[in-house]
Every structure is written in C-alpha cells, then in structure tokens.
C-alpha cells in the first residue's frame, strides 16, 4: 500500500510525481505535462521585467494564470493523496 502523506508531499514538489509513485502512469505523465505547459504559456504571456519596472497593466493576467498554476498543483496534491489511499 502507498503512503497518501508521500504521494501528496511528492505531487507538491513536482506535479504528476506522487502520481508516477502510485504507479499511475498516464496521470502522472497528464499532470506533468500540463504543469509545463501551464508554466511555458505563464513564462510566455507574463513580461517580468514590465512588472518589476513598474508596469501593472499586465497585473490581472498574471493573477489569473498564477490562481490557475495553483488550482492545477492543488488538484494533483489532491489527486496523489486520495489515489494512494485507496489503493
């Protein structure tokens, strides 16, 4: 059996990690996947230097795509947990 508190602690590092611990291949490979291509859209469409210079039109764009980073860590921190629990 698969210890939920590993599974979570390895998800919260790097999502799909506590997933692959579970053995659970694809949704591990999923959420992997989706992490990078959530961070590379966000690196992409968020000017760091404007921010740090001062310029917040970009603000409510960067909010939005952080709260979407952090709802996608949370839903596979969630996901490893209840997955190793019941198996």
Do not use: C
């Amino acid at each position: 059996m698969r210890r939920p508190a590993v599974a979570a602690f390895l998800s919260a590092l790097i999502p799909g990690l506590g997933q692959f611990y579970n053995r659970h291949w694809l949704k591990g490979g999923g959420f992997l996947v989706g992490s990078g291509v959530l961070g590379g859209v966000a690196t992409e469409l968020i000017s760091v230097d404007d921010l740090m210079a001062g310029d917040t039109s970009g603000i409510g764009r960067a909010l939005g795509l952080l709260v979407v980073l952090l709802s996608f860590l949370i839903w596979s921190v969630a996901d490893a947990y209840r997955s190793a629990k019941v198996s």
